[in-house]
Structure formats: C-alpha cells, structure tokens
C-alpha cells in the first residue's frame, strides 16, 4: 500500500495479528483514514449502495437455491412452493427478484455519474473497463436467474436470446447447442444455467474488489474533475463519508422495501405468473426492463446479424471511452456543450427503453417506435463516437476553480458553503465565541454606566 501506515495496534492479540495477517490495518488504511476529496456529493454514494445491493442479492439467491429445483418440469413448482409453503419464502424471493431492479437502477445512476464527471479518464482508464467488465458481468447473471423460474417469459427469452448467437457465420450453430446442452431449450439449458447464477455472482464480488483496489490506487474522483493539490482538498472517509453513505444506503433500502412489500411485481411480467409451454408463444414477449434498450436496438435492424452487432457494439463501445474523449477537462460541469450532449444521450437511452418495451408495430406520437428506436440508435453511437471526439476540440470550457478546498469552502462573493463536519462545527464555535465575546463586552459596558 502506498504512503506509510498510521495504524498502531493496542492489544498484543492485535499486534500479533498484525504481523501475520494485517487485515485490521488495511481496513485503517483503507477505509478508515483513507484521504478521500471532501466535495463529493450524493451521487459518490451509489457505490456503497450497490455493494449492499450486491449482499442482499447473493445472500437471498444462497437461501432460494436451498429450496430450488432446476428440472424442466419442477422448476415452476418450485418457485410457487417457495411463495407458498417455505416460512417466508414470499419474502425472500420477492427481495431477490425486486433487488435485480433496484441493482440496475443503482448501477445506471452509478455509470452515469461516471460519464457525466469524466471519471475514466486518465489515470482511471482501467478503473473504467473493470467497471464495465462488472457490468457486463452483472447482465449475464440477470440474463441466467431470467430464465430459471422456467415461466412463459423465461422459456421465450431464454429461446430467443440464445438464437440470437445462430447468426454469427459458421460458428453459430454449434455455439447455439452448447449453451442449450442439446437442440432446443430445455432441462440441460436449465442446469447450465442455474450452476452458473450460482457461480458467477462470487466471481463478481471477486471483481468488485479488484475494481475497488484499482480506485484506492489512483484515489477518488470529484465532481469538479480536478485532482488534489493540498490536505486542505481532502477529509478522511471515516466518519465523515461512512456516515453519509449509510444514510444514504438506508434511504434506499426504504425503497427498496416499498417495492418488496407494496409492489413486488412492479418490474415484473404478467407471464412470469405463467409455466413454460414451447407449443404456445406469448404474443410480446420482452425482456426484463435493464435489458430493453438494447433489445430495441437488436429489434429496429431488420437484418439478424448486423442487429446482433449493433447490440453487441453498444456495450463493447464503453469500453473505448477513455480513449474517445478529446477533452482534457474531465467535468462535465465546465463543459456547457457537452453537458447539453450529454442529457440527450440520457434521453436516447430512455427513449430505447421505452421502445423495447412496445409491440414492434407500435407507434410513438404517430412514428413507428422501430424508426424512433432507430434515430435513438443512431444518436447513441454518434454520442461516442463522433460527439465526445468532436465536441472536446471545438467547446469553449468554463474557468475551473484552483482547487477543491477553494471551490468546497468559498460560494459567490466569498461566503463560506458546503462545509463539511469538521470546517462546519468549527465555523459555529467561532461564532459562538465571537457572540459571547459581544455579549460580555455590553454587559460590561452597562455595568461601567
């Protein structure tokens, strides 16, 4: 670890520790005194809130799998018996099929704080793409737990998403039955992917904390996009962000328990509520609402394989941002053109979204939604790739502040703003003293008189 401890262990059971397997001083160093910038504001807390998100659901999915059955024919069963019979069951799947939602939703806000802040470029290009590796990783396990309530939609989806991979040229096929186990989706595909839901999520925490030891690495962000000149820019994380980011995980665990208990079917299909049948295709069958922008891209191409490859390069794309960026401002804050570019490309991800989920010969405000999903399309790869090179070497920036303290601690006309608890408690003492100074000089002053 970089930069020389402060911990000092009391106890001789701590020193011994100490000395064969530091723990206790990692997490000192790391998440106690760690020096972190003192002006991040709401939207650094996602992190904390998508590794509670991150718990919750491996600790749900460990007790539902005691009680699963991955069978083609059971599978369905299971799931109701779960809801039904197992003490609580109702619960526990509830928070684990509401904790998929709400992990995307956390995820999303999290990625785009990233973009908006300009949190992958350098030195955090590799902060990036594990991050984005993390992602991609996350869609797989949602795509594999989709499909093992062994419903209309799982079966369909799964059927569906995994023709998808015929097309590639000569290959295909052959990639096709071996996700399958045989020639059509069945009681292997269901064993296949229900070892691998188990599985990859504790590959995922193993990510996590290789994503979390490269940002202690180049340290953290901030919302200004400048980085540390002086003690004075930053405050350590203990107390004062383990702090903010537990309020702020229990406001989005209350949430998260409104869904779980108002509305545990809020993100969820009718047809979840239905066995699979292969003989019977529902008439629209769309994936779960963290897939839909994507599935409406793969739907506005009318070609199968050019469709895949626009799907596929959607999130390949992420991965070349800290490279497409022609910008030497990382803020978003101080860049008013991109900003504006930015918001519309949140728009054209909405927008997809909403696509996905109609019919294909839906329309929207009298347009076909496949040629809306298509100018959204078509906006979401111009965003990366001719937007953020371009824009970064014609764009007028604003002036940026000479450092985080000055910004954090000076607003308009030199008030002082946005303290935190330390500077915060300090500037009311100070005024306290100087009242009671005031104070005591008046009564003086009467008392002479």
Same mark, same amino acid.
């Given at each position: 670890?970089?930069? +020389?401890?402060?911990?000092?262990?009391?106890?001789?059971?701590?020193?011994? =520790?100490?000395?064969?397997?530091?723990?206790?001083?990692?997490?000192?160093?790391?998440?106690?005194? #760690?020096?972190?910038?003192?002006?991040?504001?709401?939207?650094? $807390?996602?992190?904390?809130?998508?590794?509670?998100?991150?718990?919750?659901?491996?600790?749900?999915?460990?007790?539902?799998?005691?009680?699963?059955?991955?069978?083609?024919?059971?599978?369905?069963?299971?799931?109701? %018996?779960?809801?039904?019979?197992?003490?609580?069951?109702?619960?526990?799947?509830?928070?684990?099929?509401?904790?998929?939602?709400?992990?995307?939703?956390?995820?999303?806000?999290?990625?785009?704080?990233?973009?908006?802040?300009?949190?992958?470029?350098?030195? +955090?290009?590799?902060?990036?793409?594990?991050?984005?590796?993390?992602?991609?990783?996350?869609?797989?396990?949602?795509?594999?737990?989709?499909?093992?309530?062994?419903?209309?939609?799982?079966?369909?989806?799964?059927?569906?998403?995994?023709?998808?991979?015929?097309?590639?040229? #000569?290959?295909? $096929?052959?990639?096709?039955?071996?996700?399958?186990?045989? #020639?059509?989706?069945?009681?292997? &595909?269901?064993?296949?992917?229900?070892?691998?839901?188990?599985?990859?999520?504790?590959?995922?925490?193993?990510?996590?904390?290789?994503?979390?030891?490269?940002?202690?690495?180049? %340290?953290?962000?901030?919302?200004?996009?400048?980085?540390?000149?002086?003690?004075?820019?930053?405050?350590?994380?203990?107390?004062?962000? &383990?702090?903010?980011?537990?309020?702020?995980?229990?406001?989005?665990?209350?949430?998260?328990?409104?869904?779980? /208990? /108002?509305?545990?079917?809020? /993100?969820?299909?009718?047809?979840?509520?239905?066995?699979?049948?292969?003989?019977?295709?529902?008439?629209?069958?769309?994936?779960?609402?963290?897939?839909?922008?994507?599935?409406?891209?793969?739907?506005?191409?009318?070609?199968?394989?050019?469709?895949?490859?626009?799907?596929?390069?959607?999130?390949?794309?992420? /991965?070349?941002?800290?490279?497409?960026?022609?910008?030497?401002?990382?803020?978003? +804050?101080?860049?008013?053109?991109?900003? +504006? @570019?930015?918001?519309?490309?949140?728009?054209? @991800?909405?927008?997809?979204?909403? @696509?996905?989920?109609?019919?294909?010969?839906?329309?929207?405000?009298?347009?076909?939604?496949?040629?809306?999903?298509?100018?959204?399309?078509?906006?979401?790869?111009?965003?990366?790739? =001719?937007?953020?090179?371009?824009?970064?070497?014609?764009?007028?920036?604003?002036?940026?502040?000479?450092?985080?303290?000055?910004?954090?601690?000076?607003?308009?006309?030199?008030?002082?703003?946005?303290?935190?608890?330390?500077?915060?408690?300090?500037?009311?003492?100070?005024?306290?003293?100087?009242?009671?100074?005031?104070?005591?000089?008046? &009564?003086?002053?009467?008392?002479?008189?």
């Amino acid at each position: 670890m970089p930069g +020389r401890s402060s911990y000092n262990p009391k106890s001789s059971l701590a020193k011994w =520790l100490d000395t064969r397997l530091p723990l206790p001083r990692m997490i000192h160093d790391q998440f106690i005194v #760690f020096q972190t910038p003192r002006n991040l504001n709401i939207w650094y $807390t996602f992190g904390g809130i998508l590794a509670f998100s991150l718990g919750v659901q491996i600790l749900s999915g460990i007790v539902l799998a005691m009680h699963y059955v991955a069978s083609a024919e059971l599978a369905f069963d299971a799931i109701e %018996r779960i809801m039904r019979d197992v003490n609580y069951g109702w619960l526990i799947r509830s928070v684990h099929a509401t904790g998929a939602s709400m992990f995307f939703i956390a995820v999303y806000i999290h990625m785009l704080r990233g973009l908006y802040y300009g949190s992958y470029k350098a030195p +955090r290009e590799l902060l990036w793409i594990i991050g984005v590796l993390n992602y991609l990783l996350m869609m797989t396990i949602a795509f594999l737990g989709y499909v093992l309530p062994w419903s209309q939609t799982s079966f369909w989806g799964a059927t569906v998403i995994i023709n998808l991979f015929g097309a590639i040229p #000569f290959i295909g $096929t052959h990639i096709t039955i071996w996700l399958q186990g045989d #020639f059509a989706v069945g009681d292997i &595909t269901l064993n296949r992917f229900f070892a691998l839901h188990y599985l990859l999520p504790f590959v995922l925490v193993g990510m996590v904390g290789l994503h979390i030891w490269a940002l202690h690495l180049v %340290r953290n962000n901030n919302p200004l996009g400048i980085d540390v000149t002086s003690e004075q820019d930053t405050i350590p994380f203990h107390p004062y962000y &383990t702090t903010k980011d537990t309020f702020y995980v229990l406001v989005f665990a209350i949430v998260f328990a409104y869904f779980v /208990f /108002f509305a545990p079917d809020f /993100f969820a299909s009718p047809n979840n509520y239905e066995p699979a049948d292969p003989l019977k295709t529902p008439p629209n069958i769309v994936p779960e609402w963290y897939f839909l922008p994507f599935y409406a891209m793969l739907r506005a191409i009318p070609d199968k394989l050019f469709g895949v490859m626009v799907m596929v390069g959607a999130i390949v794309t992420l /991965f070349f941002v800290p490279w497409l960026d022609s910008s030497a401002i990382r803020s978003n +804050r101080f860049r008013p053109l991109m900003k +504006r @570019c930015f918001w519309a490309f949140v728009m054209a @991800c909405v927008v997809l979204g909403y @696509c996905g989920a109609q019919p294909a010969d839906a329309t929207m405000a009298g347009v076909p939604v496949v040629w809306v999903a298509r100018l959204a399309t078509l906006y979401y790869f111009a965003f990366f790739w =001719l937007i953020m090179p371009v824009v970064g070497l014609i764009e007028v920036p604003i002036k940026l502040p000479a450092s985080i303290a000055q910004s954090a601690l000076a607003g308009p006309g030199g008030t002082r703003s946005h303290l935190p608890v330390r500077d915060a408690w300090s500037a009311i003492l100070s005024t306290a003293s100087r009242q009671s100074s005031i104070v005591a000089k008046a &009564t003086s002053a009467r008392k002479r008189r």
